[in-house]
């Protein structure tokens, strides 16, 4: 048994003949990397003994360490546990150009909660839907994900951590954690298994090496991550985007529009009765932001409208009722060239507030299905499936106990032009206006077409649109401050 | 004496009809620092009970809350923790064109350590240094840094603690501490003075502020940031830079460029003899940098040398030795445009290991008087303050705790030559070589220059530079190998 396990290694010659190789296409993956547009994502997981770190420094020899960067698993810190479960994994990620080796990663962390009961388990697929939607947005954007899974048969495990135990300078590195999870064999075989098929997906496929033989598992890992990413480097090269805007923009859903187009945008409000009421429900809103803030929920407010609906004056008055120390406003403008390298995704996730903080984005990730859809800043296939990705973005939001209002301030294209007059021929305000206002203008019925898709698809029950007639600022102000009460109210069960 | 104070007192009356006009010039203000080049830093601190959060209240609702962002004083994060004391605030920054209010801030949490043995007020003094220090190199690079102390009587904290607590509204917001603090008053008044005094200074003055009537107070705390903002800008746009590169280049301390010029460069070492050694000294290296782990002691390593001197195969070997886990190497090429927009240390704090982890820097922070200083992108009086600023940067790492290891490595220019004719003519080195690494090699004797006061002006005690011999690459290797134990070895007292 020993000799025939024996004749299926590599030997110590084969082994080095290969290695000059492997190397220096290694060497030549990382120079194409650099110009490429897409990140490398190479995840080294594995059953207990079977070598991740020794792959993950193995391969940290054999690569330029300028070119990627290697993660390890630790505890999440206590600014990673105040947020969503996938923040900690959105900040690490590399930007285009770059690789980064994770040693485990998130796949690990759900088979290290070690799930037993009916509930756990019913966490335990939680997450790993979780990470399946994660990697398959990565992949979408077109990440090149590679993920390593190296095995080991139980008589394998046994007679390595022996070997690991038997020698002093290794001795150190078996603990009592890993006899018990090999007496758990079996058990956690199922438990991996579970995971790598809720997992595996087109774009974000499971690799299982064989890791019995030490030199095969090193040069296996390689040459998946060198075929992998010369294929990608080749399909990613065919599928340049084009960048042509659409002609024509036709509805996808056209319920949208058409709750868009119904509402009614005229409305009055006095003064006086205004301000009574404001003062009380900005009393109230108040009241309900600290009980929010006491229970750890963080709110993450959404502002999207036509140019010029009152966005800002909204949002001051919102900030009226709440402690400066507790809020950040967050006003999105284009991308910063770093967030460029990044997914569209990622740069609303840095801002993402701590568990009890309040984030008001002025513009949001909703530029993906607006803006970027119509000026052709994302393809048709990209702006098509943001949809989903904006809703299963926000259900992480909401699962983790994040409150998320989202508004769109209505006005009429009449009242915008009155209102572009007016900031025109108004000293201070004339800082507001921009030739891109009056070329938004010109695209009305195109964009009116693109909020209506967006009211329709991406209203879910946990995030659902606030379509606020905006024509008259007191009426929306007061709507505004009303509805974002009522669901925090709703959500802290008062 | 309650009459007199009441004739003190402005108006509700004098105050609203003074509000509009203080606003719009708050509106202004943002309008105008939307395109400035440089960041406002407002500080407001005080006496307890004076107000300070009301203040930032006040300030939020008056100003556009979409160009500014407010920091409120937190207990440190555990990532915090675990980096040298500025870092949190570094991190908080805002970029030229941005305001960040801090609501307490750096100078409160000093007062907060509450100092009282003769060993306390050293480690306060410290802190207030390293305040001094940090506001001075901001200031430095043109930031607009504003602090208000907001000053109570004792008299009069008692009577607004006691108004306090007899209203139900906020009577929570009295806190046995506070009266603590009151009882103390006169030791807290000297430790405020203290603070003060010790971290006055141009460009970064304190303005005290009588907080005793409120409407009075709330108006003094604008009427200084907006008369500061005003001066600030147009003292920015006199000192426009003026970008021309320096013709010739003189020394600024010959005893560098003796140094560097006076070292012999050959030296041979066979392969033999060279692999055994340098296997013996990697072993060695590898259990100081795990002792230096254990400690939670950080290493930062900094690579600085000619172009193709060899710096990224000598971290590859250094990197041998270290837990692909444990470390990240940092190329560092142009700064991205939002590390643009900060101040130039920004970007290196941004990436300060945490506590027992490695970071190796593949060039770093000596770029300000390198590449900045000959190619003109930093003027004459930046590149010139840089060297204290360095050294005031490695002593706020070292004094924290990290292991600070710096090389230069050193080659002929013929060396120079035959490596870059080398790097053309070899397929997979071909992406190495650039136009830049020629036009840099014209320059030569000028770097000669800078490299010399570098090593002069930056040699300290407690982060000195190694310079290296690397004509022959495998002497410069086994050079920084044992260089690299031996100074991690001294750190730990081993």
Redesign the interface.
């Known amino acids: 048994m020993a000799k025939a396990a024996e004749d299926r290694r590599m030997s110590k010659k084969a082994y080095e003949a290969r290695l000059p190789d492997v190397r220096?296409a290694l060497?030549?993956m990382q120079?194409e990397l650099?110009s490429a547009n897409f990140p490398v994502i190479l995840i080294i997981a594995g059953v207990e003994a079977s070598g991740k770190?020794d792959v993950?420094?193995i391969?940290?020899?054999w690569l330029?360490?300028?070119?990627f960067?290697?993660?390890?698993l630790h505890e999440p810190?206590?600014?990673e546990r105040d947020r969503p479960p996938m923040w900690r994994y959105w900040r690490t990620l590399p930007p285009a150009g770059r690789m980064a080796?994770y040693?485990g990663g998130w796949h690990t962390d759900a088979l290290n909660d070690d799930p037993r009961s009916a509930r756990e388990l019913e966490l335990f697929d939680a997450s790993l839907r979780r990470i399946s939607l994660f990697e398959g947005q990565l992949a979408a954007a077109g990440a090149l994900i590679i993920k390593v899974w190296l095995n080991l048969s139980k008589v394998a495990q046994r007679s390595r951590l022996r070997t690991l135990e038997s020698d002093p300078r290794t001795a150190w590195r078996v603990k009592p954690e890993d006899w018990k999870s090999h007496r758990d064999y079996e058990r956690l075989t199922r438990l991996s298994e579970r995971m790598r098929a809720a997992t595996h997906q087109p774009g974000a496929p499971w690799y299982v090496v064989n890791a019995e033989d030490t030199r095969t598992r090193n040069l296996s890992v390689a040459e998946i991550l060198l075929s992998r990413f010369r294929l990608h480097l080749k399909a990613q090269q065919r599928t340049r985007r084009s960048g042509a805007a659409l002609k024509r923009t036709a509805p996808l859903r056209p319920a949208g529009l058409r709750r868009l187009l119904s509402l009614s945008l005229e409305s009055k409000l006095a003064q006086a009765s205004y301000e009574k009421k404001r003062d009380k429900w900005l009393g109230r809103l108040n009241a309900a932001v600290r009980a929010a803030g006491q229970e750890r929920r963080s709110i993450v407010w959404v502002f999207e409208g036509w140019d010029a609906a009152g966005k800002?004056g909204a949002?001051?008055r919102l900030?009226?009722a709440i402690?400066?120390?507790?809020?950040?406003?967050i006003?999105v403008a284009k991308p910063?060239?770093?967030?460029k390298s990044h997914h569209y995704l990622w740069r609303f996730w840095r801002h993402v507030p701590r568990a009890g903080m309040v984030t008001?984005y002025?513009r949001s990730w909703y530029g993906r299905v607006l803006v970027e859809r119509l000026e052709g800043f994302a393809t048709d296939a990209e702006w098509r499936r943001a949809y989903r990705e904006l809703n299963e973005f926000e259900r992480e939001l909401t699962e983790h106990g994040v409150i998320v209002i989202k508004f769109w301030l209505h006005i009429s294209k009449e009242e915008q032009l009155k209102r572009f007059r007016d900031r025109e021929a108004t000293t201070?305000k004339r800082?507001k206006m921009g030739h891109e206002d009056w070329r938004n203008r010109r695209k009305w019925s195109s964009y009116e077409v693109a909020v209506g898709d967006m009211l329709s698809l991406t209203n879910s029950r946990f995030a659902p649109w606030h379509l606020v007639a905006a024509n008259t600022k007191r009426h929306a102000r007061l709507e505004i401050i009303k509805t974002s009460c009522r669901q925090i109210e709703t959500a802290l069960g008062l």
Chains 1, 2 share one sequence.
Request: negative net charge; hydrophobic residues 30%.
């Open positions: 220096a060497v030549r120079v650099k770190g993950v420094n391969l940290n020899g330029d360490p300028r070119g960067e290697t993660f390890a810190t206590d600014e080796i040693a800002g949002i001051r900030t009226d402690d400066a120390r507790d809020f950040r406003v006003p910063t060239d770093e967030e008001i002025d201070y800082h």
